[in-house]
């Protein structure tokens, strides 16, 4: 038996996603790790929200994504569950929740959906993950594929480079995407890819491709919050669009604060609590009267007298 609300018909599925790319409609997604930015990013209408293992580099301050942990992704993923009521919430599955065995991995997608409210997991990797993926789709729960450059992978690649620059590399990308759609996985990111090798593999899945780095041709498109709102330290990345300076903003608006503070600019009597004046004229003649006993208490000596 199940029980429905009014709103569930306009939250966004997995089966959303795939009437979008029928209908040719942009799938718009973007990273999130808290409850604020998820908010922020589900009021304004995203229809995928992911809580990425990049929150290892610009949450938790990490070089790579690999560091990140279960609990640490299940913690970021658990507070955007709150904020979010319309977009799907998909989580990326760390460095090394998928790698050590079927039941190890079935176990942890498990955890992603019961204890963080996910509603997907997206795992790195092309035809070599296909038989966890299966394993993962029946227990229920929806897999996002992820190919081209991905960043678990960063030691074997060699660093954070463009994939798919060959004809051998093109054709293993091509097979890669065509083992996932067979596998059944709900998406596809293509990250860091030339755009008409991502345009060919969009055209030859039936299942929705989203685009980091791969150009327009996809049937969607994913940022990084922390990129999009210029909250990131390192340059951006080629594909990346800064929408905005949050992190220019927020340091002036930080600078600003210190400088009142230090100057008793801030708090002034306007960001200050006032006690009742009945109370205050109560604490004036108690200090009244406790200064008028003080007075009394105080022994009286005159000068003393010479001696005679």
Known sequence: MSVTTGEFGHR?????????KRKREPIVSLTAYDYATARLADEAGVDLILVGDSLA??????DTTLPVTMDE???HTRAVRRAVRHALLVVDMPFGSYHTGVSNTVENAVRFDKEGGAEAVKIEGGTARVPIIRHIIATEIPVIGHIGLTPQSVHRMGGYKVQGKTVEAIDALLADAVALDAAGVSALVLEGIPREVAARISREVATPTIGIGAGPDCDGQILVFHDLAGLAFNPPAKFVRRY?????LISEAIHSYRDDVRSH?????AHSYHLPRETQSHMRGNESNDSHGDAEATPVTGPKQAKS
């Open 12 to 20: 966004v599925t997995v089966q959303t996603l795939t009437e979008k």
């Open 57 to 62: 580099q610009v949450v938790l301050g990490y």
């Open 73 to 75: 992704m299940l913690h």
């Open 244 to 248: 905005c300076n949050a992190g220019e």
């Open 265 to 269: 600019a801030f708090p002034a009597d």
